[in-house]
């Protein structure tokens, strides 16, 4: 069986696909599966790459960071 076989009747779904789910329907819940999900993806990335991958992780997150603090200030 090959990935092209036109009788392959199971689709494959990423793993995080439930939790995208569930926060397209509105559950609070996904948001923490999804923030778990991030956080073990960060740790094996430093696990395998070290302070470089966390330095990368946290300047990713400075514009959000920013736009959240922003957000705070006007009072929304």
Same mark, same amino acid.
């Given at each position: 069986?090959?990935?092209?076989?036109?009788?392959?009747?199971?689709?494959?779904?990423?793993?995080?696909?439930? =939790?995208?789910?569930?926060?397209?329907? $509105?559950?609070? &819940?996904?948001?923490? !599966?999804? #923030?778990? /999900?991030?956080?073990? +993806?960060? =740790?094996?990335?430093?696990?395998?790459? $070290?302070?470089? &991958?966390?330095?990368? !992780?946290? #300047?990713? /997150?400075?514009?959000? +960071?920013?736009?959240?603090?922003?957000l705070?200030?006007?009072?929304?």
């Open positions: 069986m090959s990935v092209s076989d036109p009788n392959l009747r199971e689709h494959r779904r990423p793993f995080y696909s439930a =939790a995208l789910t569930a926060l397209k329907e $509105g559950q609070p &819940a996904a948001i923490f !599966v999804l #923030l778990g /999900l991030f956080l073990t +993806v960060v =740790a094996a990335a430093v696990m395998t790459w $070290g302070i470089v &991958a966390l330095s990368m !992780v946290a #300047l990713a /997150l400075v514009p959000i +960071v920013m736009i959240t603090l922003v705070i200030t006007v009072g929304k």
